[in-house]
């Protein structure tokens, strides 16, 4: 059985910075990617960034110079770092990841939606 448990969120003001971190465990060979959604209430997830094993990282525009992702691969971990925070940004965050499954075909699978962790921007 394969998770993944976020972490971090909170309340923040405008123009503050959260720290949001996933780990992903069970039966993993490898991980492929890994990557960051939001929810925001009466919205779609909407993909916000993505990191791939090798690195290459790909974020929405309207992060862009704000959001960093990176992982750790050995750990199977991703964090967001997230400065310069809007109300916009307010959301639930959550956070999946593609892996190689253990055995002869290292089969790729994605991994099931965790609980997520709320994000709230507000003074």
């Known amino acids: 059985q394969v998770q993944v448990v976020e972490s971090g969120g909170g309340l923040v003001q405008p123009g503050g910075s959260l720290r949001l971190s996933c780990a992903a465990s069970g039966s993993i060979f490898s991980i492929v990617a890994m990557a960051w959604y939001r929810q925001a209430p009466g919205k779609q997830r909407e993909l916000v960034a993505v990191i791939s094993s090798g690195g290459t990282t790909s974020y929405v525009d309207s992060v862009k110079g704000r959001f960093t992702i990176s992982g750790d691969n050995a750990k199977k971990t991703v964090y967001l770092q997230m400065n310069s925070l809007k109300p916009e940004d307010t959301a639930i965050y959550y956070c999946?990841?593609?892996?190689?499954?253990?055995?002869?075909?290292?089969?790729?699978?994605?991994?099931?939606w965790g609980q997520g962790t709320q994000v709230t921007v507000s003074s």
């Open positions: 999946n990841a593609v892996f190689r499954e253990p055995g002869p075909t290292s089969e790729t699978a994605q991994a099931p």
